[in-house]
């Protein structure tokens, strides 16, 4: 079982700024941040392969920064001048084969959530 331990969701104003973190338990080639709000579906925020290449919703470029650390097998978001939209339940996600596109439906691994929510 492949665990992914996410953490540094909290809750801020609008124009603030946060950081969260995924540790994974190994080699991963691709890693990602997902995220949810309530009666929406699951949205893909940001992905990271190996090798650096890296992948932004419209919504979220030039605000979020995802970087990885992969001799600690450690995933980052970090995201500033938040806004009450990017209110939601944020996922780390992972995979261990190569993927030209670290697409959602690429992922096998995810972790548990962490809630970031965002007043105005």
């Known amino acids: 079982q492949v665990q992914l331990v996410e953490s540094g969701g909290d809750s801020v104003q609008a124009g603030g700024s946060l950081r969260l973190s995924c540790a994974a338990p190994?080699?991963?080639?691709?890693m990602g941040w997902f995220r949810q709000a309530p009666g929406k579906e699951r949205q893909r925020v940001a992905t990271?392969?190996?090798?650096?290449?890296?992948w932004y919703t419209d919504s979220v470029k030039g605000r979020f920064t995802i970087s990885r650390d992969n001799a600690k097998n450690t995933l980052y978001l970090q995201m500033n001048s938040l806004k009450p939209e990017d209110t939601a339940m944020y996922y780390c996600?992972?995979?261990?084969?190569?993927?030209?596109?670290?697409?959602?439906?690429?992922?096998?691994?995810w972790g548990q959530g962490t809630q970031v929510t965002v007043s105005s």
């Open positions: 996600a992972a995979e261990r084969r190569y993927s030209s596109t670290c697409s959602i439906q690429d992922f096998a691994y």
């Open positions: 190994g080699y991963m080639y691709c």
């Open positions: 990271i392969a190996r090798d650096g290449i890296v």
